[in-house]
């Protein structure tokens, strides 16, 4: 059966369905009026799964899909269409571009913790960049997928975007066939073996993963903002959460307010008995609960502790002094315990971080910028937070994925797209200018080789929209104030190197980090996503998160003193020719 969902999915694919933007789009707007018409159904299924909050759904799971579908709706001709880059003198007559293309047919394998989200925001991308889909939800969350595999048919096209459900037997037929990309999200124990399948077809992976993301608190940072932070992060979906909180590095110093702190946030959230919160979920199933309650024998827990195994239910629990060597401390623990580790200083943090795998997510809590700066420059994760916890999720904007054995790969917004995506190099050559090449064709002589140096080693130049729009820019910039205008292009023109070919290799084997640097104060405004939860937090949090996203960069902000002196000249200019032209009448006159 699944062979046959495949070959389906690939004939449809092999017809061009799913190449129009026209047809994108459409299939996009569906897949947001499902969410849409169907928010109801999606949270009971959620309550169903893991006793999930009808006011935490929107929060976890929708309004980050939704500016997803949002984002590649508005941007997806500009996304898909080609990417002019710098052309050599040996090509300045051509046309030289990269050309997003589909890769065919993939295989998105989503993850139980947020079955909608983590399943549903990889296909958005997939949709966005042309490509046949094989949509398989995990089995642990069945209710959600269930309703995905009744739903989804009815808002997509069914032989392009197809949903398979079954368990491990489904998902190894599955990956014995042939896709152009897999994308799993879940363990990394599952995700080698999904990328040695995938190596028997040299198919590209992304692999969305997890491990231990540790949380630096200073010793000089507002422990009551943070613990509250740290607190709604690591308990919220009941701790399953693969960029929640692993563990606590902090001080001896602080070690017991920092415990304090996270108990008297646990009374705010959850009050004195967190099992009839309506605001705490519960394990996904019997074996991860056995599973988590075996990291904590041996330890009496400084907060928390409790457990009923007949509702799965194992209460929000920190663990203090825990050693290094403690099996809580060697593999991530998905769900609601919090050990703590002491080190002396930001040195044996650093070290600390170091010696162990390269961790999904990183979170740094200091108002001392040096700390700060020394944790980013010296450390390495997936992405990084600093002074709050997962919010660099949230953003479209940065890309999201680990590094090492947390994954490979990123997503979100654009990036989700490009993931994708084949970047076709192309190249269409005029057949005129022919003496412009004559210097390489044999035979072979001095003269020859010295033209092909110099044209092969010409700094290449942009000719793209974006140049144009500059050299406009500058011809009006010299009607108004020349000096300033000069200074504000030595800027700009920093970004044109010359080597956009060499950015290529570079970004090939570079990691790009996730950065969210936050500010400590302005609590008030996170207040609205920590639990209790109520009707008018969750309307407060679906505004704050569809606000539509600002681009603060150097570009923006040259741009925008480029237009504030463009305009400033024009205006020089027209109070000039005001004043002259009043002279003249009143010579006239």
């Known amino acids: 059966m699944e062979k046959q969902v495949v070959q389906q999915a690939r004939e449809a694919f092999l017809a061009g369905r799913s190449r129009p933007l026209e047809f994108r789009v459409q299939q996009l707007k569906s897949l947001q009026r499902m969410i849409t018409d169907r928010q109801g159904e999606i949270a009971t299924a959620l309550k169903q799964d893991i006793n999930r909050s009808q006011y935490d759904t929107p929060l976890l799971e929708l309004i980050g899909l939704e500016n997803e579908i949002s984002l590649a709706v508005s941007k997806l001709a500009q996304w898909a269409a080609p990417r002019p880059v710098e052309r050599s003198l040996l090509t300045i007559s051509d046309q030289v571009y990269i050309q997003p293309e589909p890769l065919g047919v993939v295989l998105i394998i989503g993850a139980w913790n947020y079955p909608w989200a983590l399943t549903l925001q990889p296909l958005v991308g997939a949709i966005a960049a042309g490509n046949a889909a094989v949509v398989k939800p995990s089995e642990l969350s069945e209710y959600s997928a269930s309703l ?69 608190i200073d010793k000089d940072v507002d422990l009551r903002v943070a613990c509250r932070r740290i607190t709604w992060g690591k308990f919220v979906n009941c701790g399953q959460t693969c960029i929640a909180p692993d563990y606590i590095l902090c001080e001896p110093s602080i070690q017991n307010r920092v415990v304090e702190g996270i108990r008297q946030t646990l009374l705010e959230f959850y009050g004195p008995d967190p099992k009839s919160s309506p605001d705490y979920g519960r394990i996904i199933n019997q074996r991860h609960f056995n599973r988590v309650m075996a990291l904590l024998d041996g330890y009496t827990a400084a907060v928390g502790g409790q457990s009923d195994a007949s509702q799965r239910y194992i209460a929000p629990t920190v663990v203090k002094d825990v050693p290094p060597q403690a099996r809580l401390m060697q593999e991530e623990i998905f769900g609601p315990l919090l050990p703590i580790v002491t080190i002396s200083d930001i040195d044996d943090a650093i070290h600390f971080l170091n010696e162990r795998e390269k961790p999904l ?196 902000y040259i741009w925008a003193v480029t237009a504030s002196i463009v305009a400033l000249g024009l205006l020089v200019a027209l109070t000039v020719i005001l004043i002259l032209a009043a002279g003249v009448s009143c010579t006239c006159w």
Not at 365 to 385: C, I, P, Q, W, Y
Not at 460 to 485: E, I, M, P, Q
């Open 148 to 216: 995905l595999k009744a739903l989804l048919p009815r808002y997509l096209d069914q032989e392009l975007y197809p949903v398979v459900c079954g368990g491990v037997s489904e998902t190894q037929e599955l990956l014995r066939q042939r896709f152009d990309h897999v994308f799993y999200t879940g363990n990394s124990t599952v995700g080698k073996l999904v990328m040695e399948a995938a190596a028997r077809h040299l198919t590209p992976v992304t692999l969305e993963l997890g491990g231990k993301s540790p949380c630096y």
């Open 361 to 556: 997510a990183l979170y740094v809590f200091s108002s001392n910028k040096k700390v700060v700066k020394r944790m980013l420059a010296e450390t390495t994760s997936g992405g990084v937070t600093v002074n709050d916890v997962m919010m660099h999720y949230a953003l479209n904007s940065l890309p999201f994925g680990g590094v090492g054995q947390s994954g490979t790969g990123r997503y979100h917004g654009k990036h989700t797209f490009d993931q994708f995506s084949h970047h076709r190099a192309c190249l269409v050559k005029s057949l005129g200018m022919e003496e412009v090449n004559m210097a390489r064709y044999p035979p072979q002589n001095r003269q020859k080789a010295r033209r092909v140096r110099l044209a092969m080693r010409t700094p290449l130049v942009d000719f793209s929209r974006k140049t144009y729009v500059w050299a406009v820019t500058a011809t009006v910039f010299a009607f108004g104030l020349l000096v300033t205008l000069t200074a504000i292009l030595l800027i700009a023109g920093q970004s044109g190197t010359g080597r956009y070919h060499g950015k290529h290799t570079f970004d090939q084997f570079s990691h790009h980090r996730a950065c969210l640097v936050k500010s400590l104060g302005m609590e008030e405004v996170n207040m609205a996503r920590y639990p209790p939860q109520n009707r008018q937090k969750a309307r407060r949090v679906r505004l704050a998160m569809r606000t539509p996203l600002v681009d603060f960069s150097k570009g923006t």
